[in-house]
Protein backbone atom coordinates (compact mmCIF):
# COMPACT_ATOMS: atom_id res chain seq x y z
CA UNK A 1 0.00 0.00 0.00
CA UNK A 2 1.23 3.34 -0.83
CA UNK A 3 1.49 5.37 1.91
CA UNK A 4 3.19 9.20 2.03
CA UNK A 5 3.89 11.32 4.86
CA UNK A 6 4.02 14.80 5.78
CA UNK A 7 6.15 16.85 8.29
CA UNK A 8 7.72 20.29 8.71
CA UNK A 9 4.71 22.35 9.01
CA UNK A 10 4.06 25.02 11.81
CA UNK A 11 3.53 28.33 12.79
CA UNK A 12 5.34 31.07 10.72
CA UNK A 13 6.17 35.14 10.32
CA UNK A 14 5.71 36.59 7.12
CA UNK A 15 9.08 36.37 6.09
CA UNK A 16 9.85 33.42 7.29
CA UNK A 17 11.05 29.82 6.20
CA UNK A 18 9.91 26.19 6.58
CA UNK A 19 11.21 23.08 4.82
CA UNK A 20 8.51 20.49 4.39
CA UNK A 21 9.40 16.74 3.93
CA UNK A 22 7.51 13.41 2.86
CA UNK A 23 8.54 10.19 2.90
CA UNK A 24 6.97 7.40 0.17
CA UNK A 25 6.40 3.88 0.83
CA UNK A 26 5.35 0.94 -0.55
CA UNK A 27 6.27 1.95 -4.43
CA UNK A 28 9.30 1.89 -6.46
CA UNK A 29 10.14 5.64 -5.54
CA UNK A 30 12.51 6.68 -8.26
CA UNK A 31 9.84 5.41 -11.11
CA UNK A 32 7.65 8.13 -10.04
CA UNK A 33 7.21 11.69 -10.29
CA UNK A 34 5.84 13.85 -7.23
CA UNK A 35 4.21 16.88 -6.61
CA UNK A 36 3.37 19.18 -3.65
CA UNK A 37 -0.22 20.69 -4.11
CA UNK A 38 -2.03 23.06 -1.10
CA UNK A 39 -5.39 23.88 0.03
CA UNK A 40 -6.24 27.26 1.54
CA UNK A 41 -8.83 26.69 4.87
CA UNK A 42 -12.01 26.15 2.97
CA UNK A 43 -10.75 26.56 -1.05
CA UNK A 44 -10.27 24.60 -3.44
CA UNK A 45 -6.80 22.52 -4.46
CA UNK A 46 -4.05 24.51 -5.90
CA UNK A 47 -0.96 22.92 -7.79
CA UNK A 48 2.41 24.24 -5.78
CA UNK A 49 5.52 22.14 -7.54
CA UNK A 50 6.35 18.71 -9.52
CA UNK A 51 9.13 17.04 -9.77
CA UNK A 52 10.28 14.05 -12.26
CA UNK A 53 11.94 10.90 -11.00
CA UNK A 54 15.07 11.69 -11.50
CA UNK A 55 15.20 15.43 -11.14
CA UNK A 56 15.90 16.61 -13.95
CA UNK A 57 12.26 18.51 -14.36
CA UNK A 58 10.82 20.53 -11.51
CA UNK A 59 8.22 23.37 -12.19
CA UNK A 60 6.37 25.54 -9.60
CA UNK A 61 3.24 27.38 -9.90
CA UNK A 62 3.89 30.90 -10.52
CA UNK A 63 2.36 32.12 -7.06
CA UNK A 64 5.83 30.29 -5.31
CA UNK A 65 8.37 30.87 -8.01
CA UNK A 66 12.13 32.12 -6.79
CA UNK A 67 10.56 31.41 -3.19
CA UNK A 68 9.93 27.97 -3.02
CA UNK A 69 12.54 25.06 -4.26
CA UNK A 70 11.81 21.53 -4.47
CA UNK A 71 13.92 18.92 -4.28
CA UNK A 72 13.85 14.67 -3.78
CA UNK A 73 16.27 11.98 -2.46
CA UNK A 74 15.98 8.96 -4.07
CA UNK A 75 17.78 7.16 -1.52
CA UNK A 76 15.69 8.16 1.31
CA UNK A 77 12.26 8.09 -0.46
CA UNK A 78 11.98 11.76 0.20
CA UNK A 79 10.86 14.84 -1.33
CA UNK A 80 11.47 18.40 0.10
CA UNK A 81 9.78 21.76 -0.45
CA UNK A 82 11.91 24.70 1.08
CA UNK A 83 9.89 27.51 1.39
CA UNK A 84 11.37 31.11 2.14
CA UNK A 85 9.71 34.49 1.91
CA UNK A 86 6.50 33.11 3.00
CA UNK A 87 3.51 35.25 2.99
CA UNK A 88 0.08 35.28 4.61
CA UNK A 89 -1.42 33.76 1.29
CA UNK A 90 0.82 30.39 1.94
CA UNK A 91 -1.65 29.27 4.45
CA UNK A 92 -2.68 25.95 3.73
CA UNK A 93 -2.65 22.04 3.82
CA UNK A 94 0.44 20.74 2.05
CA UNK A 95 -0.24 17.78 0.41
CA UNK A 96 2.33 15.85 -0.64
CA UNK A 97 1.35 13.87 -3.86
CA UNK A 98 2.96 10.62 -6.14
CA UNK A 99 2.67 10.87 -9.87
CA UNK A 100 1.02 8.07 -12.31
CA UNK A 101 4.29 7.69 -14.09
CA UNK A 102 8.02 9.46 -14.13
CA UNK A 103 7.02 12.71 -15.47
CA UNK A 104 5.17 15.34 -13.90
CA UNK A 105 2.96 15.69 -16.45
CA UNK A 106 1.20 12.90 -15.79
CA UNK A 107 -2.23 12.38 -13.38
CA UNK A 108 -1.46 12.49 -9.57
CA UNK A 109 -2.72 9.16 -7.93
CA UNK A 110 -2.06 9.09 -4.65
CA UNK A 111 -1.67 12.17 -1.68
CA UNK A 112 -0.62 12.16 1.90
CA UNK A 113 -2.48 13.16 4.65
CA UNK A 114 -1.39 16.63 4.57
CA UNK A 115 0.71 19.21 6.70
CA UNK A 116 -0.51 22.64 7.95
CA UNK A 117 1.39 25.61 7.05
CA UNK A 118 0.07 28.62 8.92
CA UNK A 119 1.88 31.75 7.72
CA UNK A 120 0.61 34.81 10.71
CA UNK B 1 -10.13 32.29 -10.42
CA UNK B 2 -9.19 29.06 -11.64
CA UNK B 3 -7.79 27.89 -14.92
CA UNK B 4 -10.49 25.19 -15.30
CA UNK B 5 -14.19 25.99 -14.87
CA UNK B 6 -16.16 23.92 -13.24
CA UNK B 7 -20.00 24.77 -11.52
CA UNK B 8 -19.12 25.31 -7.96
CA UNK B 9 -22.17 23.06 -6.86
CA UNK B 10 -24.26 20.32 -7.80
CA UNK B 11 -27.18 18.12 -6.61
CA UNK B 12 -29.52 15.08 -7.50
CA UNK B 13 -31.60 12.52 -5.23
CA UNK B 14 -30.30 8.79 -4.71
CA UNK B 15 -30.61 6.78 -7.68
CA UNK B 16 -30.57 9.85 -10.21
CA UNK B 17 -27.74 10.78 -12.65
CA UNK B 18 -25.62 13.78 -11.95
CA UNK B 19 -22.65 15.21 -14.27
CA UNK B 20 -20.54 17.84 -13.53
CA UNK B 21 -18.55 19.62 -16.22
CA UNK B 22 -14.71 20.95 -16.78
CA UNK B 23 -13.88 23.61 -18.89
CA UNK B 24 -10.36 24.74 -20.01
CA UNK B 25 -8.29 25.77 -22.76
CA UNK B 26 -6.27 24.53 -25.85
CA UNK B 27 -3.22 24.73 -23.66
CA UNK B 28 -4.58 22.31 -21.15
CA UNK B 29 -7.74 19.99 -21.63
CA UNK B 30 -7.13 20.77 -25.88
CA UNK B 31 -3.96 18.74 -25.66
CA UNK B 32 -3.94 16.80 -22.61
CA UNK B 33 -5.57 14.31 -20.05
CA UNK B 34 -7.78 15.28 -17.70
CA UNK B 35 -8.53 13.43 -14.43
CA UNK B 36 -10.67 13.82 -11.41
CA UNK B 37 -10.93 13.77 -7.88
CA UNK B 38 -12.59 13.17 -4.48
CA UNK B 39 -12.74 14.77 -1.53
CA UNK B 40 -15.18 13.99 1.70
CA UNK B 41 -14.26 16.36 4.25
CA UNK B 42 -11.41 16.53 6.24
CA UNK B 43 -9.77 14.07 4.05
CA UNK B 44 -6.86 13.70 1.39
CA UNK B 45 -8.34 13.70 -1.98
CA UNK B 46 -8.97 10.10 -3.79
CA UNK B 47 -8.45 9.79 -7.70
CA UNK B 48 -11.58 8.72 -9.55
CA UNK B 49 -11.19 9.02 -12.86
CA UNK B 50 -7.47 9.35 -14.97
CA UNK B 51 -6.62 9.55 -18.19
CA UNK B 52 -10.14 10.79 -19.62
CA UNK B 53 -12.00 8.05 -18.84
CA UNK B 54 -10.17 5.44 -16.78
CA UNK B 55 -11.24 4.16 -13.67
CA UNK B 56 -8.82 3.03 -10.79
CA UNK B 57 -8.89 -0.08 -9.41
CA UNK B 58 -11.77 0.25 -6.35
CA UNK B 59 -13.80 3.11 -8.28
CA UNK B 60 -17.14 1.70 -9.10
CA UNK B 61 -18.40 1.70 -12.24
CA UNK B 62 -21.38 3.99 -11.39
CA UNK B 63 -18.48 6.98 -12.13
CA UNK B 64 -17.71 7.86 -15.62
CA UNK B 65 -15.85 10.72 -16.86
CA UNK B 66 -15.43 11.76 -20.61
CA UNK B 67 -13.77 14.47 -22.87
CA UNK B 68 -14.23 16.12 -26.14
CA UNK B 69 -11.88 19.23 -27.15
CA UNK B 70 -11.57 21.34 -24.51
CA UNK B 71 -14.15 20.17 -22.28
CA UNK B 72 -14.88 17.39 -19.95
CA UNK B 73 -17.67 15.65 -17.62
CA UNK B 74 -17.85 13.49 -14.98
CA UNK B 75 -20.81 11.25 -14.44
CA UNK B 76 -22.26 9.50 -11.39
CA UNK B 77 -24.88 7.00 -11.97
CA UNK B 78 -26.99 5.51 -9.22
CA UNK B 79 -26.26 8.31 -6.81
CA UNK B 80 -25.88 7.51 -3.41
CA UNK B 81 -25.71 9.55 -0.27
CA UNK B 82 -21.81 8.70 0.12
CA UNK B 83 -21.11 10.24 -3.38
CA UNK B 84 -21.90 13.80 -1.73
CA UNK B 85 -18.44 15.17 -1.74
CA UNK B 86 -16.52 17.98 -3.46
CA UNK B 87 -15.41 17.21 -6.97
CA UNK B 88 -12.18 18.58 -8.55
CA UNK B 89 -10.95 18.12 -12.25
CA UNK B 90 -7.36 18.35 -13.24
CA UNK B 91 -4.58 17.99 -16.03
CA UNK B 92 -1.56 19.20 -17.04
CA UNK B 93 -0.96 22.98 -18.90
CA UNK B 94 1.46 23.39 -21.10
CA UNK B 95 1.57 26.56 -21.12
CA UNK B 96 1.77 27.30 -17.58
CA UNK B 97 3.77 24.17 -17.53
CA UNK B 98 2.09 23.13 -14.41
CA UNK B 99 -0.83 21.00 -13.10
CA UNK B 100 -4.39 23.07 -13.07
CA UNK B 101 -7.27 22.10 -11.05
CA UNK B 102 -10.79 23.37 -11.12
CA UNK B 103 -12.34 25.08 -8.86
CA UNK B 104 -14.31 22.18 -7.47
CA UNK B 105 -17.90 21.06 -7.25
CA UNK B 106 -19.73 20.55 -4.11
CA UNK B 107 -22.23 17.48 -4.57
CA UNK B 108 -25.07 17.27 -2.40
CA UNK B 109 -27.25 14.08 -2.61
CA UNK B 110 -30.83 15.50 -1.45
Known amino acids: EVQLVESGGGVVRPGGSLRLSCVAS????????MHWVRQAPGKGLEWVSG????????TYADSVKGRFTLSRDNAKNSIYLQMNSLRVDDTALYYCAKGFGSAPTGPIDYWGRGSLVTVS | QSVLTQPPSASGTPGQRVTISCSGS????????VNWYMQLPGTAPKLLIY???RRPSGVPDRFSGSKSGTSASLAISGLQSEDESDYYC???????????FGGGTKLTVL
Open chain 1, 26 to 33: GLTFDDHA
Open chain 2, 90 to 100: AAWDDSLNGVV
Open chain 2, 26 to 33: NSNLGINI
Open chain 2, 51 to 53: SNN
Open chain 1, 51 to 58: ISWNSDRI
